[in-house]
Structure formats: C-alpha cells, structure tokens
C-alpha cells in the first residue's frame, strides 16, 4: 500500500531536476476531451501518451485538454505544438500511433504526415 | 459511454468548463443496499433556473462547435436504465451538484472502468484545479485530497510526471484494500 510518506521523498528526488518555470517553452500535447472525444477514447490516448513519455523519461513535454475540436467524427484528436512551429492536428488516434507520434514527431521533430487531419482528409 | 469512469470524466469536464476551483467526486456502492451513489458537487459559476432545466436536453449547449450536449443527458439515461435517477442542483455563482443513484448489480449497469486513469487525467490536465476523491464500500473508505499533496509536494508541479504516476498507482491500490470499482 503506497503513503503519502512516499510523496516526500519524489520531491526530495526531484526538486534539483524540476523545472519550476512557469512559463514552459517545450512542446505541448493537447488531447480533445469532449463528450465525442471521450467516447471515441481520448482517455487511453492521453494515458499512453504518458505512459510513453515516462518510458523515455522525455522532459519538458505538456500533456493537456481541450474541449470539442469540432470535427467529431474524426476523434480522438491530439493536437501538438512545438516551439517555433505551426500546430499538428492528428487524428483516429490510438496507442500504437501515439507511439510513434511521440517518437518521430516528439522525440525527432518529423511530423507523421499520414496521422494527420490532411491526410485523412484526402482519403475521404 | 463504455463504462461510469468515462461518464464521471465526461461530467466533470462540465465543472471544468463553468471555471471550478474545487471538484468533489463522492462514489458510494452500498452492496447491502444493492445501491450504487455518484454525486459530483463543484464550485463554479452555477446555471440559473431556465438553463438546469434545459441541462439534460440532448440539443441544449453552451458551446459554439457544435448544436448538441450530450454528456449530462447520457448519463441520466443511464441512471434511469437502471432503476434510478439524477437530481441536478444549482446556485448561480455558487456550483452545480449531480446526486445519482441507482442499482448496484442492475443487469444494464456499465462496469466502473480504470476510475484511477479518469482521476489522473483530469489532475494531469487541470493542474490548477482541486479534486477530491472519496470511494466508499459499505464501511470502508478511500479518499484523494489533492489539497494534501500539494501540501506535499510543495514547489513540485502536481503535473509532473513522476508525481502523476504516483498519484495513478496510489488511487489503485487505494481501491483495490477496499475492493472498491470491481467490474
């Protein structure tokens, strides 16, 4: 049974490598989080962003919400937005796209062009 | 809604939305009763009488992307599935409270699903907001204030990732001692 005994020694841990900025410039990963989001399962996609993000100790990186992207049909929807660059709308996400999202996109700054919002659009 | 940790994530987006700084999440599962209780109570900016009426209309939104609100008028419908109900109460510049209650082993009841991922997300996405968790099985009790771990935590954002996974397997463990959210 994990105590909040615990709690205190992360922050004795991790007090030197926080960075307590408030104003964060890495990238930011922002996951529909509506009614059409959630039922399309925003969740999982959040939790593997996370889940990856941990896995390759990746610093600096915001997961966050947002409300309806406006295009239902094609959620979950992640946006991401790196410092510098214009935003990447993906969409149908699921784990193992999140996968290499955060890989190629997060960890080597290459948008996976066939995820995204433009792509899907062409198809349909 | 697959299960209830989607409806409560679903809900609370709601709190979210009307500017809440504090958002209590109340789930008591009476097995003796065979009554199962989610109450939602938040402190945001409330609805007046003429929108708590028209919250559970299926074409009523506040938001502009879309003409529909689906979010409350599911859940009711799967309160009312099984065998109960959903009393919606609000004070204009006060918060909004969601007292359901209905069957525990109703045949219609969707499962509790991962209730820690849904509590994680919505700390993880909202780091400026306050949460508080109480899970009850008949007498036993489990209960996440993240008011106590700030106290914590201190500087450490409550967003940070190693506080964050802390936070989702605590929950999880917390749940399991009492059995609390199976199936």
Known sequence: MKTLKELEEIRQRTLESVNLRKDRTGARVVVGMATCGIAAG?????????????NRSLKDITVTQTGCIGVCRLEPMVEV????????TYVKMTPEK????????????????EFTIGAAEKND | MQDLSLHILDLIQNSIAAGASLIKLTIYEDKEKNWLTIDIEDNGKGMDKIAMRRAADPFYTTRSTRKVGLGLPLFVAMAQRCGGDVVLKSTKGKGTSIKSGF?????????????EDTITTLILCNPDID?????????DEFKLDTRDIRQIIGDIPIEHPEII????????????EINGGVQ
């Not at chain 1, 925003?42 to 941990?54: G, Q, S, T, V, Y």
């Not at chain 1, 999140?98 to 190629?104: F, G, M, N, S, T």
């Not at chain 2, 069957?103 to 209730?115: E, V």
């Not at chain 2, 802390?166 to 999880?172: D, F, L, V």
């Open chain 1, 42 to 54: 925003a969740r999982p996609i959040l939790m593997a962003f996370l889940e990856e993000i941990k």
């Open chain 1, 81 to 88: 937005y790196l410092p510098g660059k214009d935003k990447v």
């Open chain 1, 98 to 113: 999140v996968k290499r999202v955060v890989a190629e996109h997060l960890v080597n700054n290459q948008v996976v062009q």
């Open chain 2, 103 to 115: 069957q525990l082993n109703h045949i219609d009841r969707p499962p509790f699903g991962k209730l």
């Open chain 2, 131 to 139: 949460f508080v968790y109480i899970h009850k099985v008949n007498d």
């Open chain 2, 165 to 176: 996974n802390w936070i989702q397997s605590y929950m999880k463990d917390g749940l399991n």
